[in-house]
């Protein structure tokens, strides 16, 4: 028997992600598709990659009947989402893909978001959905707040660090590349394929980009005191992928280690041979994350490289993992898909 | 219980791409892996991208105990191929992805390929493998050849008129686009990023294209008569992904007509509305064939054009697909993967 | 002493690429910049690629002091060019570069166009702008109208064949392959880079794209009587560059020959050695057309191949080269820019 | 009058981008082209691009009349060029674009490149080509050697800061993005487009990349004591193009200033506005390099960002702006060229 679930938002790319994976997920079924623009047209209209399934037509959110599923995927855009998920039948388990419910701080989430919270009891009740760091927190939760992509990428490198106290806590530094699904469908001219192939530049730096506040709430959380980090993303002329360098003070090995031991059982991280760097094409469209990391000359510095495709493992795929220790799934179940090379 | 399959000439990405569909598979186990200049390599040296798998070291070929495995993928380069297959014990079922087997006249394959075959009988014994139209051969054969992925798509898109008469045999125009990855893992500069990207340009142009041996040979099996054709492939900045832009003399809506009723019921084969026409975004990285055509403000004229992913559905898709067919496994079989999209 | 131009529209891409031409151009200098809704901002805002050069801030067209300038390039869009040329002092000579002033002939334009033309004394006055054909009116003109990048593609790949009478016209088929900047800077789904990249599609096929009313005003008027060709657009996954693969009847050689002949003189057009065909690679962000001519193993088949950039000798290569005619400056002045490779 | 030039290596990326520099260059004509695999060949045969123009037949160095030539550009693969350049005539003028005479101590060579340098008499005398910290040098100089190309990037960020000491030297780190036409054209199977495009990953990292020779040299040069910067580049699915992000301490507001007052008078360096961030994009093809400066939400912590075209500012375009200091042509002569977007 499969579960119903519902993908509210399925128009963007983080919905239809979400309907990729569980086109071949032995345990979940599709019960409704939301878009509210697009409502009546067919995904085979909205997305003709999809094609080939058999899918309900689009609806509207007011037209699903929560009732008879047994989880909803929320791939809304920020804001929009509180009114929708506070909107929602209470018995409904939700995942939610944007950023409304990371933060649990009211405050803090004003400070980064621009607004106040209009729904401060489920921000309360919401679990961070880093599947690895919470998994017992969400088997039980009702509500899970997918993480940022950037946040997932900087976490994964630096958390076992912050933990093990291998790593000096005032001068970490990250990196990050990111390809342009991060940034979803909209229709701005710096997305254009015109004006974003064969090129680079960063975005969002000085430390301001909203990520800083899930970095700032989870790294505070792991050491037991603020640690601010530094980072700077950029945006890169490919679809996919998140590439996160990491500059920490401690022994490489140290950190190596660190890493390698705290991996060691998860399905979906790797971390690679010490002095290995990974590459971003080596998990395209996979729920996989590959981590490296290499010495310096000057001893006592560290350079962690983490990668993973932004919308598999950096969104939808870590929601799918998510619902499926809701819904006590197998944890992998549907998400075993090798990378797509070249 | 899964089949056990070897893969020959694992280090090119025919070779990759039957792994990572294998690796999903769940009738199929891989039992061997060759490559002869990576032998004692592991896969995850070769292809990062498949760390997560659990795979045999690469051997080289006479390593292998071929009376272990149930079927043989072979992905070795075109002239190897026919001495490897002839070495082989003769009870080894074999799926080919080289151009060794496709034309089954010896002197056809001298013809195209400038040298005599060193392997006729097994060239008369091979099934050309375009598994909707060889299905029962397939099913009953020893050793299938894969098509060409150029020859493929434009069978796909003209078999049915040829065979239900609906077009001009004289007329008959493939105007090709296909992505890199089809030239294999080549070292040469044309296919370098810095020469590839951002522009286009024909190749093996004016009717020199080896892939019209096999057009020659199919179509003039289906019309009864010679009939040819003439064909320009290009090469696009694009790894996987062929367009065929197909020119023909008819009424459109009678070849739109023929078409859907002739792939009805394909699982892999779909037709689109008249006058819609498939992008190549929308097949990535699946075994899907998707099929338009449009009329013309010329009365009598119509254009077919058919995508389709040359790694997959025009190379280790099919293999695998037909593969299915001869281990008596169910046709779809690890193959209903959904494309990469965006 | 430099002839002062003013450039209508030049925040869009041909906008653009008029500013780079002009920039090394010895006998031009700029004198206005218009863009109605960035008026008051500087092009380094807009365009931050021209930040070095010194140049007058954006303003709205009626801000303009016509008077001052001996040439106007008029990069606007279609139907809203009608308007604002009419508007303009009648002393002022124009280059345009829209869809506006191509057609002669008001019902062809109303046919392609779906609306009525505005200015149809205009209409009449204008000059089609294909330089090689038209120097002569070229240079007395007031009002030249750009072409289509498709339509000239086609044209250089043509005209001299159906003059010459070698080729067959009720054969001919021309494929082009496009990069998007072609597409202009406008905000659609399609010209993301995420569903762009990686891929390619037909669009406005089937005998509807506006260029062939192009095709078919010139080349009756090189044959004396009506041609219809048929032509079939595809968007590539690259910025730049046009390659025009073009089906005809007739002796290869003879096809090669004419056109050798009758660009023999043509500083922009290189013929290349039969049996070679060009690539767009080698024609990027230059005033140059390569075309290349093969024959086929059908006899009386020839493919011609046609490249070119759409941005400069499709448009504002074109445009320049044009207005150097009208200002009796040499006719390549400021356009032998060499390609950019890789 | 124009100066005859020779380019050895005409068949590489940066000999390439040399004639495409020249070929509008009002002081510069080629009087030689050497290729000693490809002698005979044309250079329209090497390089459609440059089907355009009329240069001499490519020839083995030894073929050349040196004595005819007023300066030479090599653009010769490492070690070789120390032999190449060993045995020109002792007038020769040369602009070197190799890295074997970047590094003065003979000691530092070694360690860098692996083996004891072959011309140290040479080495010694060879000016090091960061044109605008070493102009007056340039303009004596027989013996030119061009930086590397990420080495010219990090110390345009970096060599104004360091003379002024507005920051610190403990903590400098270099994360550097770069296209792939800095490889070179290398039969690389991760220079092929199906392994790079669409996709990113580090390279050379934890200390080893050869341009921290230079960056050692020249940062101790400028600071009078060792300064180590930590240095890690990645290749990039983009053919031209390096963006430096590089992380300092110090007051942001100082370090912006600093690097305006340093180089307000530069005719190719541009810094931007306070808090603005540049593209490379924005310099594709150009001998022009932006710079731009942000603060972070940790006071005393500021990031600088450079970019610039390493075929043309990196490379080929230093290499003729110190061919023409030492012509004494001026600076900016056949550099003025916009860059090419989109």
Known sequence: MRHRVAVLGASGYTGAELVRLIATHPGLAI??????????????????FLRHL????????????FAALDLVFCALPHATTQAVIAALPRRSRIVDLSADFRLRDPA????????????IDLQAEAVYGLTEFYREEIRAARLVAGTGCNAAAGQ????????????????????????VS???????????????SEGTQPYAAGGTHRHLGEFDQEFARVAGRPVLVQFTPHLLPMNRGILATVYVRGEARDVHATLAAAYAREPFLRVLPFGALPSTHDVRGS????LGVVGDRIA?????VCVMDNLTKGSSG??????????????????MLAPLFP
Chains 1, 2, 3, 4 share one sequence.
């Open 300 to 304: 006592g510095r560290a350079v962690v």
């Open 108 to 119: 803090l989430y004003q400070k980064w978001y621009g607004q106040p919270h209009a729904a």
């Open 31 to 48: 019960g409704a598709l939301s878009a509210d623009r697009k409502a009546a047209m067919t995904m085979a209209e909205v997305f003709p």
């Open 54 to 65: 058999d899918l309900p037509r689009l609806v509207r959110i007011d037209e699903i009947d």
């Open 182 to 196: 991060g940034a979803g469908r909209a229709l701005r001219e710096n997305l254009l394929h015109a004006e974003l």
């Open 318 to 335: 870590q929601a799918v993992q998510n619902a499926n220790l809701m819904l006590g799934i197998e944890e992998t179940a549907g998400l």
């Open 156 to 179: 994964y490198a630096l958390r076992p660090l912050i933990a093990a106290g291998v790593i000096d806590l005032e001068t970490i530094i990250i990196d990050l590349k990111a390809g």
């Open 287 to 290: 729920n996989f994350v590959h």
